[in-house]
């Protein structure tokens, strides 16, 4: 049976290695063919060896890697250290021996472990950048290439950045945390700091691993150089918010004298025009000019010292509010413009003065701010202090201000009042310096104000004092009290007007009217003294009581009526006396004055008593007298409709009347009757009059309209 070819040629391979392993297994062997190591650690113990008796194990020379090694018993051991980064890989060849003196070859292959032993290494550790102060935000401070760091570990680089500097965290920034490019993140202001240290850290492990971490650092310092970017600055000026980037100025005032030539330059305030380049580094030189206000170009600025000076006199007595620019020379574009306001005035012959040279005042310890400094030993008078001027005719200067030098416990008004500035708590001698100055010729005077702080024990019931607080409360009640007082009085008014209907001036009126009337006297009744009537002067009388009752469409007139012709003749032949009293409310003739209606006329005699007709009086005869008894006709008023006030002065008048008629009639030697006359308030109607005669002889009664 023949063998199959592929079999033998499996057989010839495996013989060397089974002779190879049937040679190793009696002679010599190793635990681990290919071992690991790690970097940087010795001695170290590779590997274990099996050596059999007769048999011999040795390091062959022949290969470098062996001087790294030594067989030490049983124990192949690592006797020099080795770094991953040089010899990531150590080959080692073992030679064993029989006793036969044939050798075979053992090969060890041992690796080397990477091990964190390496710091990262930045190719420059301390940079400088200048930096212009006007960079742009986003621009490249510092290239990545220069701040990449190198870590011979191989391990992934991460980066961060911090600041040194005060007040420069947030202008520097890196791209990432794998990418340490520096970049400017916030737009730089070189008053702010012009300066700053970064800190750029490089780390093989995160910020936050647990792991041994090494680390390297580069220092970038950074130097701001200031630019040109802001305009000029009038002097003085006051910083916006304590940033020094932003001053805000105060514009110039000065003054000249009315038709007067100054020959220097003009003072003002509160300095002279001065500007300076905030960009003190650049320090431009800067040019003056005036641009606007200088009317008839009386004034002109020198463009280098900025001195303002006169070119002619002012005539007239307004101001001027000049404008004067500055610009950097380097830069046109770079300037600024102040207001400087020149006042017109009188020219000053006289200086202020105070007329005493110390003033003398007390105060009372305890007492509340703002309290008054009284005159030393009359503690009821506040010291005041005035400075005097002979340039006015009664030496008040109404343009003196005052203000206290040296003293903040103590203030003063414009008036000259001396007031605590706070609460004093302990006696003493307060010596202040007070200075009174014209706002407009900016003269001074000043005078000295001794102000004794004296304990508020020592005065006594009859000196007691009150303060501002004090008098302002006290004026503010009296101020409420009037104002009640004004308010009752006004709605006493109100109610007043409202009872009493008919104004003074009616009634003023009446009584008038009454007077003019007089005694009663008529001359148409001497004229017409006939008894005989006729009887169509009845008629006509009687047709007249008829239409009183229907108004007169174009003028108002007044009527007399009578009741009959019977009637009249009943009554007594002796004297009769009357008196017909006809008032009418103020409001109906307003209505008739206003409206222009038509009064309605109604008869003034009656036979009988109407009470309850309010607003109408009448005459009342009796029917009932007797002629042989001499009784006298009595008048009958109507009160419905007056109030009590006009009720009184009705009565007054009647009895006015009453008199008169008995002295018309002691003159005459007769009785004459009856005589009333009425005239038309309204001056665009004729005067009308109605007289009523009743006489001894006749019978019958006149009726006379005129």
Sequence with gaps: MAIPHWLLISALFLLPLLAQISAQEPGCSVSNNNPSVPENQCPYVVATIHVQPGFTLTIDPNFPDGQFFTIEGSELRLTKCVDYEEDPVLLLYLTCKDPAGQSDSLQILVTILNENDNPPVFPQPNITRDVPEDTEVDTVIVAREEVTASDADLDTIYYELTTTGQNTDGYFAIRGVNNPEIYLQTALDYDKFNSATLLLYARDRPVTSSEATNTATATITIAIKQSDTRAPWFLPCTQLHNDASV??????????????????????????????????????????????????????????????????????????????????????????????????????????????????GMVFVGLPQRSFVYQAGDPSTPL?????????????????????????????????????????????????????????????????????VILATAVTPSDKMYTAQDMAILGGTLAALLLIA????????WKSSRWYRKPFKYLV???????????????????????????????????????????????????????????????????????????????????????????????????????????????????????????????????????????????????????????????????RG?????????????????????????????????
């Design 509 to 671: 009126k009446k009584k008038v009217s009454k007077e003019i009337s007089g005694g009663h006297q008529n001359k148409y009744y001497q004229e017409d003294e006939e008894p005989d009537v006729s009887t169509k002067q009845h008629e006509t009388s009687e047709t007249s009581s008829v239409r009183a009752e229907t108004p007169v469409p174009e003028q108002p007139a007044l009527a007399s009526h009578f009741s009959s012709a019977e009637e009249t003749e009943s009554l007594p032949k002796s004297s009769i006396a009357s008196t017909v009293i006809f008032d009418q409310e103020e409001e109906e003739e307003e209505k008739e004055e206003e409206a222009g209606q038509e009064k309605e006329v109604k008869s003034i005699l009656k036979t009988d008593r109407h009470v309850a007709d309010d607003g109408y009086k009448a005459v009342w005869f009796k029917t009932d007298v007797d002629p042989e008894a001499g009784e006298r006709v009595q008048v009958i008023e109507d009160t419905a409709a007056d109030d009590d006030n006009d009720d009184d002065s009705d009565q007054d008048l009647q009895k006015n009347e009453e008199e008169e008629e008995e002295e018309g009639s002691d003159t005459d030697g007769h009785h």
């Design 486 to 493: 004004l308010v009752f009085l006004g709605v006493l008014i």
């Design 674 to 706: 009856l005589g009333v006359s009425f005239s038309s308030e309204s001056s665009s109607l004729p005067a009308a009059e109605v007289t009523v005669n009743m006489s001894h002889t006749g019978a019958g009664t006149d009726v006379t309209e005129m």
């Design 384 to 452: 005041v202090i005035t400075a005097m001027d002979q340039d006015f005719p009664d030496k008040v200067n109404p343009n003196m201000e005052y203000y206290l030098k040296n003293s903040t416990d103590f203030i003063i008004t414009r008036d000259g009042l001396i007031l605590t500035n706070k609460v004093l708590e302990s006696p003493g001698t307060v010596i202040i310096q007070a200075v009174g100055k014209d706002v407009l010729s900016l003269q001074e005077a000043s005078t000295i104000i001794v102000v004794e």
């Design 247 to 360: 001053c805000i100025s105060s514009p110039y005032s000065g003054r000249v004298n009315i038709s007067e030539m100054a020959t220097g330059p003009l003072l003002l305030e509160p300095g002279p025009i001065y500007a300076v380049d905030p960009d003190y580094t650049i320090n431009d030189r800067i040019v003056y000019r005036i641009v606007g206000g200088n009317t008839n170009e009386v004034f002109s600025v020198d463009a280098d010292t900025g001195n303002l000076t006169m070119n002619k006199i002012v005539t007239s007595p307004d101001s001027f509010l000049l404008q004067v620019m500055a610009t950097q020379v380097s830069n046109i574009r770079k300037y600024s413009v102040a207001t400087v306001e020149i006042k017109v005035i009188n020219k000053s012959n006289f200086p202020p003065y105070f007329e005493k040279g110390v003033y003398n």
